[in-house]
């Protein structure tokens, strides 16, 4: 591969590029409209539209409903009450304000309601929404370089916030002279602010799903909840996809991403296609993304997270953080320490890892393994075989198998796959294999959610009698594009975007951006990471190798990141932060918790070891550890203890019905 850094180009101006026809590439009439938007983007991006400054928008008369003007010139999220169509507009769009406001529906049967807001409020006659919280969808625009105010351009976040007050019908109606007016908004005493993780993370999505959930968890509903699509992903802008479209990712995601197990006659060569592969991806992000590589680090998302603590006019940040977001929030607390209020860190990384060339990958592997053997094996011959179709394998004799039995069983029928795949058919996707690396890829994602146990089981007890077919299912729901399904209403004027899947390992890479070299420059270190990490954990050690293999291009094409964190992470806080970890997190191991409670100090933080398995406290949920993130959130209180002790409420498999 040819080293020689090129030459960096504006996000504005890109490179041109040549693009095969998308009709020719997936034979379907619908995409033809993704091409001529990308065509139109492509566009715009070379001449680079006077919008993508910071500059005083030209607000268009805004539209008015019963419950208000939305957007409000004076809000800085512009928000409008979330439909299915209210997507930040594009930075490609020479009128973004105006469609933005065009996007509003003036009828509120079209809103995106909660069920009830968890307060006192009085209803009023004709109000059919009063008590009910309210979805508002919007975006902040922020610097897309913070180190270079001569950069005009910008980076626009996507952001819903959940409102637990709701919106209050006016008798009132607007004059036509009036530009704007508001009925009486009952602004709650803070915003919970989330970030899911990842990085890739999508808070906007959580907030759709769980924002209501969350603020009854951890505030009693008192609390209104904020998600945010960190600068590259989703639908903030721009967003990091590599690819015109999400098939013709998933045509060429196989072929890299064989498990070691797999070609361990020949691993090297596997190693240097992998290796190529990576090196197109980077290739493909720098000619369609320009030099935007260099403004995603986990520094950057944390001044975004700043940002939109000012934007909410709020002295002090509170958050529910996790996973990655724990990264940024560690990061965010030691840049700005005087804003740190009641923030919660769920499924405890230590950030400082990712400063090392493949930290990010080896950091995780600790529980995996146990989380498969005391948890999904282990509490399914607990559960019995009424609750968990593996325990319902025996032995010659018709005897139940221990916990270790019934492990050996299933690890042969696993790695039978390595030499031999098992052919598979469904009706809706036609023939399929259950090959090796993809059942290890979604047992290692099923590690992360309890609730999708049982299916697992029953999967892996169909393959072990013949029936491939539960298992091809399965894994068929890891692909991203499902040609079967109709073509957006929305095309060609708004077309679903492809996702931003590229935008992780930018972020993991930036971060370690300036870790010594392996010796040499070649693959033979990776070769060893490689071994070593899949010797150690079997389920993770090879998905946690790929997050980082793709590192060793980074700076061909973005040679340094605009800003990395780089100081310790025990400046003193405003307020002491709380942690949680669990004992068996297949991604965030307990020992990450521990070693950050250790240099942020007692004065700094607190640590709840939870008892449970998952990814975070929330999929295997504890009264004992939500009530001490509640009360914090609530009131400010933590524990006397450095560490306290908290169990889930119940056990795997048994949370459902028999046979569920």
């Not at 020479?94 to 409020?121: C, M, Y």
């Not at 005493?189 to 969350?214: D, F, H, K, N």
């Not at 529910?320 to 005087?338: C, R, V």
């Not at 594009?481 to 992780?504: A, F, G, I, V």
């Amino acid at each position: 591969m040819d080293k020689t850094a090129p030459e960096t180009p504006s996000v504005l101006s890109p490179r041109p590029q040549k693009r095969m026809s998308l009709r020719a590439i997936l034979g379907l009439t619908c995409f033809v409209f993704l091409g001529a938007a990308s065509l139109r983007s492509n566009l715009w991006r070379r001449h680079g539209p006077s919008h993508h400054h910071l500059s005083p928008p030209s607000w268009p008369v805004p539209s008015t409903s019963p419950y208000g003007t939305f957007p409000n010139p004076s809000d800085p999220f512009h928000f409008l009450p979330c439909t299915s169509l209210t997507v930040p507009p594009s930075l490609d769009d020479p009128e973004p304000d105006r469609s933005w406001a065009g996007l509003f529906d003036p009828d509120p049967d079209h809103w995106n309601w909660g069920s009830r807001t968890g307060l006192e409020k009085a209803s009023k006659e004709g109000d059919p929404y009063a008590g009910r919280g309210i979805y508002l969808c919007g975006y902040l625009t922020v610097p897309l370089d913070y180190t270079n105010k001569s950069d005009p351009r910008i980076a626009r976040l996507a952001v819903t916030k959940f409102e637990v007050a709701g919106l209050e019908l006016s008798s009132n109606t607007p004059s036509q002279s009036q530009v704007s007016w508001e009925p009486p908004r009952h602004k709650a005493p803070r915003t919970i602010v989330l970030e899911p993780g990842g990085p890739g993370g999508s808070g906007t999505r959580w907030a759709r799903q769980a924002a209501e959930a969350i603020s009854r968890r951890l505030s009693d509903g008192q609390y209104d909840v904020l998600g945010w699509d960190p600068r590259g992903v989703n639908t903030s802008q721009p967003a990091v996809a590599c690819y015109p479209h999400d098939a013709l990712r998933g045509r060429w995601r196989l072929l890299p991403r064989q498990y070691r197990e797999v070609v361990a006659g020949d691993p090297d060569r596997q190693l240097a296609l992998a290796d190529a592969f990576y090196s197109a991806t980077f290739r493909a992000c720098w000619e369609r993304h320009g030099d935007l590589g260099r403004f995603v680090s986990t520094a950057f998302v944390a001044r975004d997270m700043e940002a939109i603590r000012a934007a909410l006019g709020e002295d002090e940040l509170t958050g529910y953080l996790t996973s990655y977001g724990t990264g940024i929030g560690q990061t965010y607390a030691n840049m700005f320490p005087h804003r740190v209020g009641r923030m919660v860190l769920d499924g405890t990384e230590y950030v400082k890892d990712h400063r090392l060339l493949g930290g990010f990958g080896w950091t995780a592997l600790d529980n995996a393994t146990d989380a498969w053997r005391d948890g999904f094996i282990g509490e399914c011959v607990n559960a019995g075989p009424a609750h968990c179709a593996l325990a319902r394998l025996t032995d010659g004799d018709g005897r139940p198998l221990s916990p270790r039995e019934l492990e050996d069983r299933v690890g042969r029928l696993i790695t039978s796959l390595i030499h031999r795949p098992v052919p598979a058919y469904t009706e809706t996707t036609g023939p399929s294999l259950i090959t090796y690396s993809a059942l290890v890829q979604a047992i290692y994602e099923a590690m992360y959610r309890v609730t999708s146990w049982p299916a697992l089981a029953q999967l892996l007890y169909e393959l072990a009698g013949g029936n491939s077919t539960l298992a091809a299912a399965f894994l068929d729901e890891a692909w991203e594009h499902d040609p079967s399904l109709p073509c957006s209403p929305l095309l060609p004027t708004n077309p679903t975007p492809p996702r931003s899947d590229e935008l992780s390992p930018l972020v993991i890479c930036a971060d370690a951006y300036d870790a010594p070299s392996p010796p040499g420059g070649g693959l033979a270190w990776w070769a060893s990471l490689w071994a070593n990490m899949t010797a150690q954990n079997w389920i993770a050690g090879n998905a946690r190798f790929f997050n980082v293999l793709p590192c060793r291009h980074f700076t061909t094409y973005w040679p340094e990141p605009a800003e990395v964190y780089r100081g310790d992470l025990n400046h003193t806080l405003r307020n002491p932060v709380l942690l949680v970890a669990q004992t068996h997190d297949p991604a965030t191991p307990l020992r990450n918790g521990r070693r950050l409670l250790r240099e942020m100090g007692r004065r700094n933080a607190r640590l709840v070891v939870h008892h449970g398995y998952g990814h975070m406290s929330s999929a295997d949920p504890s009264d004992c550890t939500d009530g001490i993130a509640r009360r914090f959130i609530l009131n400010g209180t933590l524990p006397d203890a450095e560490e306290t002790k908290c169990y889930a409420n119940g056990k795997p498999y048994l949370s459902g019905p028999p046979g569920a």
